[in-house]
């Protein structure tokens, strides 16, 4: 039989906690804001491949939208690139290709010998690409941003000691992270600041919450007003994907609604997002950032793989109707500028639910990102 004074609590004392604790209880909100709390994850549709299906079993000559992505391998013996001195070839590092859908018609957008082209991100309007270059800069490493058009030409640096760039939907700013040590690192979550910068202008704005701190994988929404990212030890949270205002200090803990991992990223329309749960599965949920917070339901996993690898690295293609992600051995690293042997780039159907590789060398190819179709006249 239960003992009432047990740890020295009169009966009295014992009544009235219990009674604070079902007052407590009863009267905390589901949702830190009021709002209705988690909701259960959605069925899949269907029963996932954690394989990749044969590339004939997807038709992925029709899709009217390219893919840029990076990858790793010996430079080609031209002048095409923006290198200090003429290509000599034979020099594996970093390049940043385009290519279709289905994977053909491949071109090196950059090819440079001294310097490792990353993380490339297409400006909505589909004319200019924002990425990252490590470099060697009075005898020391530095990772800065840059953007360049579409076709490689007209290159032009944002910022130094910076990372992870992205587009606001006009197109007409890129939003960085400062590096958090002037020493380099790979580490993606070294990052402090947030800041803005103005391609018409030439404009550096910082971002009024001063608190961002080990956030990464920065996507801004298309109506402008809000961030998604990636956090790792900072702000008091171990690992976690946020939202907060792009124009205020408020911030939110996707989690409350089951939202976990890392790398989310926006359609075009801004009402749903893609993110990468664990190494080894991809997430698709419908977001509404209209209300006072944020809300993210109906979220499915879109693509598994077997415990022998991981898929990374997703995005969302214009029509909403595929999406694009990296694959390979779980030997490979996924961050930025990290060695990934054997891992190629992938296309899924969300209506099937079927995937297959659309390159087949396995030369770290990685961080794929859909190029937009631009409007006539542009």
């Given amino acids: 039989m239960w003992n009432c004074r047990t740890e020295g609590l009169p009966m009295k004392s014992i009544g009235i906690f219990i009674s604070m604790i079902l007052a407590l209880t009863v009267a905390s909100p589901a949702h830190p804001m009021g709002g209705a709390g988690r909701e259960p994850r959605t069925p899949k549709r269907q029963k996932l491949r954690k394989v990749p299906s044969q590339r004939a079993e997807l038709n992925l000559k029709e899709v009217a939208f390219k893919i840029v992505y ?44 001294d310097v490792d082209e ?55 700013k890129i939003a960085y992270l400062k590096g958090e040590y002037e020493r380099y690192s790979d580490r993606p979550y070294a990052t402090s600041d947030l800041i803005i910068y103005d391609l018409q202008t030439g404009q550096y704005t910082p971002h009024p919450n001063k608190s961002l701190h080990h956030i990464y994988a920065i996507c801004w929404s298309p109506d ?26 408020k911030l939110f803990d996707l989690g409350w609604w089951g939202v976990k991992g890392c790398r989310p990223e926006f359609n075009l329309d801004g009402n749903k997002m893609v993110w990468g749960e664990t190494d080894w599965n991809l ?9 006072r917070t944020p809300r993210v339901t109906n979220i499915q996993d879109v693509v598994q793989c077997l415990r022998k690898s991981k898929v990374y690295h997703v995005d969302i293609s214009p029509d909403g109707r595929y999406i694009a992600f990296s694959y390979g051995p779980f030997r490979g690293a996924q961050q930025v500028g990290g060695k990934a042997p054997g891992w190629n780039i992938c296309v899924s159907d969300l209506t099937t639910g079927k995937w297959v590789k659309i390159t087949t060398d396995g030369n770290h190819n990685k961080e794929p990102d859909w190029v937009p179709i631009p409007s006539a006249g542009q």
């Fill in 70 to 113: 990076e990858t790793y391998r010996e430079t080609e013996p031209s002048n095409a690139g923006f290198c200090s001195k003429p290509a000599d070839g034979g020099r594996p590092n970093w390049e940043l290709y385009l290519m279709n859908a289905d994977g053909s018609n491949q071109i090196n957008l950059t090819n440079t010998p």
């Fill in 118 to 172: 990353m993380y490339p991100h297409v400006s909505p309007d589909g004319t200019k690409i924002c990425f990252v270059i490590d470099e060697v800069e009075s005898r020391r490493k530095v990772r800065n941003v840059y953007y360049m058009k579409i076709d490689g030409t007209e290159r032009v640096k944002v910022a130094e000691n910076a990372r992870q760039p992205c587009w606001r939907f006009d197109s007409k």
């Fill in 224 to 249: 402008g007003n809000w961030f998604v990212a990636a956090v790792q030890g900072g702000m008091e949270y171990s690992d976690a994907i946020l939202a907060f205002e792009a124009n205020g200090t």
């Fill in 283 to 291: 997430c698709l949920g419908d977001i509404d950032l209209t209300g």
